[in-house]
Each structure stands twice: as C-alpha cells, then as structure tokens.
C-alpha cells in the first residue's frame, strides 16, 4: 500500500514541477488549440490556449510506474498501449494545431492505429500472460469464456473507451477529474484481483491526472489534448483488461459512456428525425447551453463520476461475498 502512494505522490510532483517548464514550451512551439464555431460562444476565449499537454500527464505516469513496478510486464503492456494512443493523439494534434489541417489524422489512421493496439493488448494478455479468453461477469461473480468473440470485444473496448474519454474532454478539468476518480476506482479493483502492480500503475494515473489538474482546472492553462484523452482512455481499457473487468468498466467510467451515448443518440436523432435531442452533444454543451457555468457542469460530472466508482465497488463488494 505504501509503494501506492510513493507512485501517486511522485506522479502528482512532477506534473506539478513539470507544468510550468512544459506549457511555456507548449506556448513557444505554437501549439494553441482551435476552437469549432459550433461550440459554447464562452469558449471562444480559450482559443491559443496551449494544448498537447497530454505530455504532461504521460510523464508524471511513466517515471513512478517504471520506478516502483520493477519492469512487471503487465505495466509495461499497459504503458505501451497508453503511450501507443498517446501517440495517436500526438500525431492527430500536431497534425491539426501545427499543420493547420482542422480534421487531424483520417478516420483509417486513427483506426489502424487502435487496431494494432487492440491486437497487441488481446494477443499478450491472452496467451504471453495466460489470461485467457474469458471475462469476469459483474454480481453473479463468475467467468464467462468468450472464445474468438472475446478479441473482437477487446477491440470494441479499447476503440469505445478512448473516444469516450476523448469526448469527454471538452471543458476544463472535465476528464483530467473523472479519470482521476476512475483510476483510483481501478487501482482498488486490481487490488481485489491480486494485480498489485497494475494499482500501482493505477495510482500513478490518479496521480499525474491530479497534478495536471493543477493547471487544467476552470480557467485553464494548457489543455490535454487528443495526446491526453487518447492515452487516458487506453490506459484504463488496459488494465480493465488485464484485470479481466471490460464489463466493470462500463459502470466506474458510467460518465464516459453517458457523454459518448449522447453523441450516438443526437447523431442519430437528427438523421433520422430531423431533430436534436440534445441543445449540443457531448451532453456536457447541451448543460451549458442551458445555462449552467462551466464548473458547476464539471463538478457535478466529477460527483457522478465518484457515484459510478462507488456503485462499481459495491457491485466488487457483492460479488466477493457470493454474487447473487
């Protein structure tokens, strides 16, 4: 437990040491974000603000997890699938903010890229760790073997929970905050799991994602950027896999999910129908449209998100006393 909060405590330190060496730079390079036309007319004075910073939070993850994990290979799976969508995200962001071409990396790169993601995570873990083809089932308590199925579910995992956290990421603090919340949730889960070097990595997550609060928080001073978003999202769905729990992750990432649902329901309300049933989506917009403040919005997905952590690990709670 103590080597936890040495990885948090660390990971926190050098993002805050880290911030005002890296955002400077940020601010030198030109790496301001653009805001869509479309969006909140209050969000038109974050435009130049620097983003990318995402590299704030892979660095203040990477040093404790390397230091205290002792190169366990579940971490180092776990660090490459989160730096390999990071990647993704820098490339997709450098592509937007430095050469100027708005729609970023196409569709069938970003694609590709999760792929070999997702090929890597399932193949490694299922046959290198023994991890096998089966999935923890929430309450009931058991493991369901999914055989070829379970690689197309990995896929679907790893593609569903980077872009809902890449969603998410569209005001301050918003998913630096609920990822927080989410990994300290995954940090408990692993422990449950006897996977005490995947919580540490866990913990580190926390760590950075709080640290990086400190200057991502209403009114922001960098932003995250797909560089971030991407790798938050990635580094959850690993150890969900890793920790057998795709399906947990639904529920400790219930914002997540909400926030990628409204965008599926407004697309295809308004195809269909002609009409929206959201004032904007992702739902945080249509909240302030409706004349919430931008932290008010933030602070209530904040408490929803610790609600979900909660409901999950009373859900871990049940099923270790017998399921239903």
Not at 16 to 35: C, N
Not at 164 to 193: E, H, K, M, P, Q
Not at 285 to 302: C, D, M, N, P, R
């Amino acid at each position: 437990m103590q080597e936890l909060l040495y990885a948090a405590v660390m990971a926190f330190a050098i993002a805050i040491l880290a911030g005002p060496v890296v955002i400077p730079m940020l601010r030198r390079m030109k790496f301001g974000q653009s805001i869509r036309e479309e969006g909140p007319e209050r969000h038109y004075a974050k435009a130049g603000t620097p983003t990318m910073g995402g590299v704030l939070i892979l660095l203040a993850l990477v040093v404790p997890s390397l230091i205290f994990s002792g190169n366990n290979p579940e971490v180092l799976l776990a660090l490459f699938v989160t730096l390999g969508h990071g990647l993704i995200g820098f490339l997709d962001d450098f592509i937007k903010v430095v050469l100027k071409r708005s729609l970023g990396l196409k569709a069938r790169q970003k694609l590709l890229g999760q792929i070999i993601m997702a090929v890597a995570l399932s193949y490694i873990a299922s046959i290198y760790f023994g991890r096998g083809t089966d999935l923890w089932i929430p309450v009931w308590g058991a493991n369901v073997d999914f055989g070829a199925l379970y690689y197309l579910l990995i896929f679907l995992v790893l593609v569903g929970t980077t872009n809902a956290v890449n969603l998410t990421d569209g005001l301050d603090g918003l998913a630096a905050g609920t990822t927080t919340v989410a990994a300290l949730a995954y940090a408990v889960i692993s422990l449950y799991f006897g996977k005490p070097h995947l919580a540490l990595f866990c913990a580190a997550l926390a760590g950075a994602c709080l640290g990086f609060l400190r200057y991502n928080a209403f009114p922001a001073k960098v932003f995250m950027g797909d560089t971030g978003s991407l790798a938050l999202g990635g580094a959850l769905a690993a150890v969900a896999v890793m920790t057998k729990t795709e399906f947990l992750l639904v529920i400790v990432g219930g914002v997540f999910v909400i926030e990628a649902l409204s965008v599926i329901i407004q697309v295809v309300s308004f195809k269909s129908t002609g009409k929206r049933v959201f004032k904007m989506s992702p739902i945080h917009h249509h909240f302030e449209l409706s004349g919430w403040t931008e932290t008010k919005v933030v602070t209530v997905f904040w408490l929803a998100g610790t609600l979900f952590a909660a409901i999950a690990l009373s859900i871990l709670a049940v099923s270790r006393a017998g399921g239903i």
